[in-house]
């Protein structure tokens, strides 16, 4: 394939296009300071409430930076961090709006306290 296949696919790629688990990974990114993979692992089994497996998350990661929506840097010679970048965040605040046309959430329901919760609790034992 010709370079140029890249570059109009990167081009193209928004968050439509996406599997829903990638939209869930830059959601993650997005709201944690620079993560390392294990972080974000750790989130999203507390989300789905199962294991991630390595074999799923690393090469959906790889995927959403070769997209250009997250950037890989090197914190040590063995962990990598992730953040979004300006088009990553662009595309999930996109996202984020178009969502909220359809859905108006009440933030005082007891399924949303109880998550809230959860969340605070496991920031404070990860600190």
């Known amino acids: 394939m010709s370079p140029n296949y890249f570059i109009k696919t990167r081009q193209k790629c928004a968050m439509h296009d996406l599997t829903g688990f990638r939209r869930d990974l830059l959601t993650v990114i997005a709201g944690l300071d620079d993560p390392y993979g294990l972080a974000i692992k750790d989130e999203l089994e507390g989300y789905y409430e199962e294991e991630v497996r390595h074999g799923r998350l690393y090469p959906n990661l790889d995927t959403l930076v070769e997209k250009g929506l997250v950037e890989k840097g090197q914190q040590?010679?063995?962990?990598?961090?992730?953040?979004?970048?300006?088009?990553?965040?662009?595309?999930?605040?996109?996202?984020?709006?178009?969502?909220?046309?359809?859905?108006?959430?009440?933030i005082d329901t007891p399924e949303l306290q109880a998550t809230s919760a959860k969340r605070e609790q496991s920031e404070s034992s990860h600190s």
Do not use: H, K, M
């Open 76 to 106: 040590d010679r063995r962990t990598n961090f992730y953040r979004l970048t300006r088009r990553g965040q662009r595309e999930l605040a996109a996202r984020f709006n178009w969502e909220g046309q359809y859905i108006d959430v009440d």
